[in-house]
């Protein structure tokens, strides 16, 4: 036997067991790791990041495992970065020992044994309930994770349900959707009385939508793919990371962003575009291409605190954030960040402007990396500014969004704000038309003679402000 494979004081347990009829020493290490040597080669599978489960049949134990597709196994029931395999073996003795020892591991990795899972039955292709019937839930299930499903049937329900929801019955949220339902589930974890227990309740999103912009920069960045596989491995694995949360407020009226915001170019073409959806995908490009033909420039100015490092940008200006008068945390919930901005050096820049977008992830969208300096946590929001353009120049620029490089342009500002404030005006050629600010795919504000300018919006079309707060939210995440 190999010396590898004795028995260590460190081993939790080694036996001799029957692997595909061939008899073999087996061990569970300390570290996670199961190891063995079969056909004279040396196996072993970790513990943390292959196993899923087990299950007990008969004299054997079927361990349930997922590889990666680099390790050499390219065939499996899922499209992803992963493809699940079974590994069985049969203990000659202390068949119950194993099972003890595999079961305490993986307890002990601190995984979710209870989710609450919304499935958005509408969004994107309308495909989030194959998903997870097909791809998410039997990946689920080899995990062992008890799940209560709640299929969304309207605009907010997830919010209403987590408003109201007892948060001790879960480990965790899991959004099979776009980025809409998982707005909504901060913005209803945020309206809670106990919202500072609340938002320790870790999300998962596993892309089912339109746009994905926020699964699609947790996984890319440590290079796994944007589909259901990947994410729903990543929740099982059960790490997590935690994430800013904007504030956008007018007066008394708050929305909590995790995504980003934008007016001008951007979110008329978002908004706008809705009219075509019945083109699929193509209708953004498609409307994209007539707004820039058309373009449309916005009077306005936007108001920033710089982070460190950017102070040169734009020109000193006096700014005061509106301060709500206190309110109990029972009464309204989480208020925003108790930060004072009056003090520090405020710039401005004046329009007027193409478009404005404000960032907090890096990708905007599945093939859209709006900001591909943007951090998770870092307190900060990525300002992206385009004013005066030539329109062949937009045009490649749009192209350019796909891999992030349009912020090289001499014609884009790019920086990092810590707070912000956006006076948004109307058209240049047409002053008594306004625009539409759109906030994580939802319409904030809709100004005269704006594409449905008759539908109610939470906020006017006039002054707003945007703050963040460090951390607020907690993610499932892959490792990072």
């Known amino acids: 036997m190999e010396n590898d494979q004795m028995i260590s004081p460190t081993d939790i347990i080694t036996g001799i067991v029957f692997i595909d009829g061939e008899l073999a020493m087996l061990t569970l290490t300390a570290d996670g790791e199961l190891r063995w040597t079969e056909y004279g080669l040396r196996q072993q599978l970790s513990m943390k990041k292959d196993v ?44 119950n020992g194993w099972c003890f020892k595999l079961r305490q591991y993986l307890d002990s990795l601190g995984r979710p044994k209870r989710l609450l899972v919304f499935v958005n039955p509408f969004g994107g292709k309308k495909s989030a309930r194959e998903i997870f019937v097909k791809e998410v839930k039997p990946l689920f299930e080899d995990a062992d994770v008890q799940l209560e499903i709640q299929e969304t049937k309207y605009q907010l329900h997830a919010k209403e349900f987590v408003k109201s929801m007892d948060v001790s019955k879960y480990d965790g949220i899991v959004c099979v959707s776009g980025d809409g339902v998982l707005v909504e589930v901060v913005n209803g974890l945020l309206e809670r009385a106990d919202w500072r227990t609340a938002l320790k309740l870790p999300i998962g999103m596993v892309p089912a939508g339109t746009g994905n912009g926020m699964i699609k920069s947790l996984l890319d960045t440590v290079g796994l793919r944007c589909c259901a596989n990947s994410a ?30 934008a007016w ?24 994209a291409l007539q707004r820039i033909i058309c373009l449309r420039q916005y009077n306005g100015r ?42 520090l050096e405020w710039r401005e820049i004046k329009g007027p402007f193409v478009t404005v977008w404000l960032h907090n992830v890096p990708w905007g969208a599945e093939n859209t990396l709006t900001a591909p300096a943007a951090k998770f946590s870092d307190g900060f929001l990525d300002l992206i500014v385009l004013k005066n353009c030539p329109k062949l120049v937009l045009l490649s620029l749009m192209r350019q969004t796909s891999s992030g490089t349009h912020v090289k ?3 884009i500002v790019y920086l990092k704000v810590k707070a912000f404030v ?48 460090q951390g607020l939210a907690t993610l499932f995440s892959p490792e990072y």
Request: contains cysteine; negative net charge; charged residues 30%.
């Open 409 to 411: 342009s001499p014609y």
């Open 264 to 287: 001008g170019l951007i979110a008329d073409i978002d908004i706008e575009s809705e009219k075509f959806r019945w083109m699929g995908s193509a209708r953004i490009d498609f409307y």
């Open 52 to 95: 899923l489960g087990f299950v007990v049949e008969g004299k054997r134990i079927r361990v349930k495992v997922v590889v990666e597709k680099e390790a050499g196994i390219c065939c499996g029931q899922f499209d992803g970065d992963f493809v699940r395999k079974d590994f069985v073996f049969e203990p000659l003795i202390d068949q």
């Open 302 to 343: 936007i108001l920033f605190l710089p982070a460190p490092g950017f102070e040169s940008y734009g020109q000193p200006v006096n700014c005061s954030l509106y301060k709500e008068p206190p309110v109990s945390d029972k009464e309204l919930g989480y208020q925003g960040p108790e930060t004072k901005f009056e003090d």
């Open 232 to 261: 729903t491995i990543s929740i099982i694995r059960g790490h997590k990371r935690s994430v800013d949360v904007a504030t956008i407020a007018q007066g008394s009226t708050k929305f909590f962003s995790v995504l980003m915001l």
């Open 422 to 469: 956006l006076e948004p005006g109307g058209l240049v050629d047409e002053p008594d038309k306004e625009g539409i600010i759109d906030s994580d795919g939802e319409v904030l504000a809709r100004g005269k003679r704006t594409h449905n300018c008759d539908q109610k919006a939470l906020m006017s079309y006039d002054k707003l402000q945007v703050t963040v707060d």
